[in-house]
Structure formats: structure tokens, C-alpha cells
């Protein structure tokens, strides 16, 4: 394993890659923290206890208080544990609150309209009767998502074993097994034991290289440090690396680095490692996240001319980039294989749709260009709210197949 040094910082304004504008889903989570509190309150208020089912008076009434509850309390918790204050138990509340207000807000829209009308067709008893039933449908499909999800926020992520040919990688190299793991989000549930499961878990992959795309924590580096010590016990034959998520950059991304470095990670921001076996060689590079720059943090920003600087580019790349949307930058500089994650699969269905707003792919292998390979992880944590719901985590091994190692195996 040989290494570049690192781009140099003083490049020119000109030289510099053109910060990210606006996504249309950024743009429309401006607007998020004043309407989604009402909105998700509401709508299953308004289904659940006052669209026809006219229940007694106290139920009512309790059941309208825990509704404003949530309204007031989901905000204040939120602010209270991800603002400056930073309190992790006030966290737990306000994203447990946020991820039980999402599952029962969108069952409710969606069995507050098909149910009700599927059983206007079949023609299943008076008004009051369907209002019932899907009171009870609702409540008890959101519950049953909820621990579901729950159980699978915390369990440790499944392993997926995939095959990747990449038409540039020479012979020597065919078999290299790439293992990602990426969006551990520690945070305010300790999850330090997992963190060690996890970690065991890799290490019976038998990788060559090991690679963390980002999101190591919420939280600075100090106050995290427990769950992620683990990391530092991850073994690979060749190299570990890592890049920085977006996240890094709301708590304190120069201590991560730091930390990294204790742990014995390999930082590729902005740089590349060469990788070589058999006579073959494999440039494995990696950039800030696109949100580095924005950040003010002296010399972190996404720059792939300066991970790529001094590497022949006749040889395959291997891109360590968090947000699945740099691969328009890395399908124009030719890069083989992005690897990314970011996008949780969606984590919580239908945020499904709205992650799709803001980046290319939800989860999985897609092609880009001419010759990128995009793959997307779902990510082994979570963020925020303690559940995945049709948003199974993963670990991911990658083994990658040269066209001659695959015609010399058979």
C-alpha cells in the first residue's frame, strides 16, 4: 500500500469545485419545522377521534390532550436535545416522538382513506362502524410497525455479499473484498455494545479493506467517544478509511478526524491510497462531504480534482463519497466504483419518496455515465428517531471481479 500526499490548499478560487446549490428537498425543509408538528398531530387527531366514531366524552377529551402533548412536546423535546443544549435524554423523547408522530400520521392518511373506502364499497356496516374499525386498524398497524422497526433500528445489521466487476481492474486484483459500513450515527441511545457487534461482525468478513463513508456519530467526537471506540478494532488486510458525512460537520468534524486517527483510520479527504496485488494496482480515493466547505472548517471540502491529483489515470478508482449525489462528479472524472451512503434506505417508508428528491438512488448497485458503478448503502444506525420501517440496515461486502480473473476462472 503506497499513498499521495495531500492536495495542497492554497489552489486558486478558480480551481475550487462549485459548492452544491440547493436541492429541491432542502429547499423545501425550510418550511418543515412550522407546518410537519401540526401536521402530524393533527391529521390522526382529526381520524382517529373525530372523523365519525363519536366516542364517549373522557376518551375524547384524554385522547385530544395526548394529541397537543405530542404537538407541544415533540418541538420542544427536539430543540431541547438537538440544539444548543444538546441534552440526549430530551433527544430520545423528541425523535421517539418524531418517528411514532411520522408512522401514525401516514397510516392514518392512508387507512383513513382506503379502508374507509374499501369498506364503503363492501358495503360493511353504518358510518360510525367504519370510523371504528379504522380507529383500530390504525392504531394497531402503527404499533406493530413501531416495535417492528424498533427491533430492527437496533439490531445488528445484516451482512449483503455482492459481486462487482469493474472492466478496469486488472487480474491481480480480481477477488479484492471491499467491506462498507457507513451511517453508524452514534448518539443519544449508548449503543456502545452494539457498536462492539458490529464491529465483530466485519471482522469475520476477512476484508482487504474496510471502508466507513461517513455519519460516524451525532455529537462531538469527546461525548461519543464510548460507542465509538469499537471502530478501532475493525481489522482489515490492507487498509481502514474513512471520509466524513454531513453530520461530522454539525458536531465538531476536526475531532472526529482526530479520533479517527487514534482509532488507526485511514483519513482520505481529498487524497488516495494505491492499493496493488498480482502487478495490478487500485486506486482507492476519497473527499469531504459536499457540505464540508460550507462548514467554515479550514481546508474540508469536497475536491475531487485534489483526491485524484498525481494518481495515472489509466488505472480503475475506487471513490469513498458520502452523499450519493457526488456521482455526477465522479461519473465526469471517470471514477470506476462510488461507494456512498447517506440515504438510510429512507428509514422510516414513505420518507422514502422524499429522499429521492434530494439524491439519485434510494439504496443498491447503479450505473452512472459511461462507466460509473454507484453503490448505495442503507447504512448500519440510524438517525434521530430509534426505527426502520421497510429500511433494513446492512453491512455491506463488496467483492470485486476483473473481466481476465473472470475468464482465466473458467
Known sequence: MTETSDASDARSAADKE??????RLRRMMRYIPLIAPVLLWAVPCWVLLYG?????????????????????????????GHGRRQQDPAAIVGD??????????TWSVLLGVVLRLALVAAGVGDGEDRARIVTWAVLGVTAALLAWGYVEARRVPRIRRLDVQLPRLGAGLDGTRVVLITDTHYGPLD??????????????????????????????????????????TVRATRARVYVTGNHEYYSEAQGWVDLMDELGWEPLRNRHLLLERGGDTLVVAGVDDVTAESSGLAGHRAHLDGALHGADPELPVLLLAHQPKFVDRAAAHGVDLQLSGHTHGGQIWP?????????????????HGARTLLYTSRGAGFWGPPFRVFAPSEITLLVLRSPQGLTSSH
Open 18 to 23: 462549485p459548492e452544491e446549490p440547493p436541492s
Open 52 to 80: 365519525g366514531q363519536h366516542w364517549p366524552l373522557p376518551v375524547t377529551l384524554t385522547a385530544t390532550a395526548l394529541f397537543g402533548l405530542g404537538l407541544i412536546g415533540m418541538p420542544f423535546a427536539m430543540m431541547r
Open 96 to 105: 421517539t416522538l418524531l418517528g411514532s408522530g411520522w408512522v401514525l400520521f
Open 191 to 232: 449503543r456502545a455494545r452494539w457498536s462492539e457487534r458490529l464491529c465483530e461482525t466485519v471482522n469475520t468478513l476477512e476484508a482487504d479493506v474496510v471502508c466507513h463513508t461517513g455519519d460516524i456519530a451525532d455529537g462531538t467526537a469527546e461525548r461519543r467517544r464510548a460507542q465509538a471506540t469499537p471502530l478501532g
Open 351 to 367: 420518507f422514502h419518496h422524499l429522499v429521492r428528491l434530494d439524491q439519485p438512488t434510494l439504496a443498491g448497485l447503479t450505473h
